[in-house]
C-alpha cells in the first residue's frame, strides 16, 4: 500500500458471522453508497469484495483447500453461499484505496521446475494484514441474482398483494401474535427483543422486510408497524418462522414441554378472538408449528 495512504479504518470487526448476516451487512452498506473493502475469514478460505459505490462488486476468493486465488463478480454468489454454511469472521474497512480490487485473477497452469502444474496466482491487492473485501451493491446484477436464487427455495410471491384491508387485518394480528410469544419469552427469563432480532437477522436473506436495517418492519409494544404492503402469503411465512425459532430457543430443558404449552395457550387466546383475519391471512396454519405442539 502506497505509504502516503492514510491507515485503514476498521469500521467492524471480527463480527461472527454465527450472529451477523453477510448478506444483510452488505445491503446496509451498499445503500449507504459505503466505499470501502468487507473482509470474510473461514476456516482454510478468505475472501475480499470491494465495494466502490457503483460498479458491481470484485470478488477476491482464497481457497487453501481448492488452492485457488480467484478475483471474478461471480466469487459474490459462492461467498453468500458458503457463508451460510460456515461460522467465520467479517472485518469491513473503509476508505477509497481499500476498494481498489487486485487484477482478475489468471488461471494460466505453468509447470514448475520438478516438472508438476502450479496454479499461477495474482498478487495480493493492498500489502494489509488482513485480506481486503467491500460490499456488493445491492442493486447489481449480481446481487439480484443471489437474491433470486435464494428466494425462489424459500417462498413463491403471490402475484397480487393484500388489499389495504386485508393488509391492516394482518399486521394488527401479527403484532398480537408476536406479543403472545414476547410474554412467555419473558416470563421464562429470556430477552425477547434479542431473540427476535436474531432470529430477523437469520432470515433476512430469504424475507428482506424481516432485516432489521431495511425499516420495513417494526415491533413495539404489542404492535406492528410494515411500511410496505408485502404479498401476504411472504409476510404470514416469515413472521411464522422467526416466532417458530423462537419459541424452539426458549423451549428447552425440563420446561421444554410447559413452555410450548404456555405458547400453544397464548396463540389460541389471540385465535379467538381473531379466527377470521388469521384463516385468511393464512396464520392459522402455522400456529401448530410456532408453538410445536397441538394450539387449536
Keep these: 500500500m502506497n505509504s502516503e495512504l492514510k491507515p485503514s479504518r476498521v469500521l467492524y ?18 445503500q449507504r453508497s459505503f466505499i470501502g473493502r468487507v473482509h470474510v475469514k473461514l476456516e482454510n478460505y478468505t475472501a475480499d469484495v470491494f465495494l466502490n459505490g457503483s460498479e458491481t462488486p470484485l470478488v477476491h476468493e482464497v481457497d487453501g483447500a481448492a488452492g485457488s486465488d480467484v478475483t471474478e463478480e461471480a466469487g459474490l454468489h459462492r461467498l453468500v453461499l458458503r457463508v451460510r454454511e460456515s461460522p467465520g469472521l467479517i472485518t469491513v474497512f473503509e476508505g477509497e484505496h481499500e476498494a481498489v480490487a487486485p487484477e482478475r485473477a489468471s488461471q494460466a497452469v505453468e509447470p514448475d521446475a520438478a516438472g508438476e502444474d502450479t496454479v499461477e496466482r495474482v498478487s495480493d491487492p493492498a500489502p494489509l494484514e488482513e485480506p481486503a473485501v467491500a460490499t456488493p451493491e445491492f442493486v447489481s446484477p449480481t446481487l439480484d441474482t443471489v437474491s433470486e436464487v435464494q428466494a425462489s427455495a424459500t417462498v413463491t410471491p403471490e402475484p397480487e398483494p393484500a388489499t389495504e384491508g386485508e393488509w391492516n387485518d394482518v399486521v394488527r394480528v401479527s403484532g398480537e401474535l408476536i406479543a403472545g410469544i414476547d410474554h412467555v419469552a419473558t416470563a421464562t427469563g429470556a430477552h425477547f427483543a434479542a431473540l427476535f432480532r436474531e432470529a430477523r437477522i437469520g432470515l433476512a436473506d430469504d424475507y428482506t422486510f424481516l432485516d432489521p436495517m431495511s425499516s420495513q418492519f417494526d415491533y413495539a409494544d404489542s404492535a406492528v408497524t410494515a411500511n410496505n404492503a408485502l404479498p401476504m402469503n411472504i409476510y404470514v411465512a416469515g413472521v411464522s418462522e422467526a416466532l417458530r425459532r423462537i419459541v424452539d430457543r426458549i423451549a428447552s430443558g425440563e420446561r421444554a414441554r410447559r413452555t410450548r404449552e404456555r405458547v400453544a395457550l397464548e396463540l389460541s387466546r ?7 383475519a388469521l384463516t385468511r391471512s393464512g396464520f392459522k396454519a402455522h400456529l401448530d408449528r410456532i408453538a410445536g405442539t397441538k394450539v387449536v
Design 270 to 276: 389471540v385465535a379467538r378472538k381473531n379466527d377470521e
Design 13 to 30: 470487526e471480527n463480527l461472527d458471522t454465527t450472529f451477523v448476516n453477510l448478506w444483510g451487512l452488505l445491503r446496509y452498506l451498499s
